[in-house]
């Protein structure tokens, strides 16, 4: 199966043109259409990466009652 790329916008009217297809006319093709990630949702997934982590009292013991485990 040859697979074809190409990237395009939607009509205002919901329509989509290709033209000049590597395919003989006649062809049985497929065509699968995907959404491109706007500019608003390509945003930082991970927005803490890299900030300062400050832990008060790391080696203090926890209290029995503060374990989720012995619950």
């Known amino acids: 199966m040859q697979a074809y790329h190409v ?3 939607v009509a205002n009217d919901g329509s989509l043109k290709l033209n000049n297809l590597p395919f003989p006319a006649g062809e049985s093709v497929e065509v699968i259409v995907l ?22 009292d790391p080696t203090e013991p926890v209290a029995q009652t503060d374990w989720e485990a012995a619950r």
Request: charged fraction near 10%; proline fraction near 16%.
């Open 7 to 9: 990237q395009t916008t």
């Open 35 to 56: 959404s491109r990630p706007s500019a608003a949702s390509s945003k930082n997934p991970y927005p803490l990466r890299g900030s300062p982590i400050t832990y008060i």
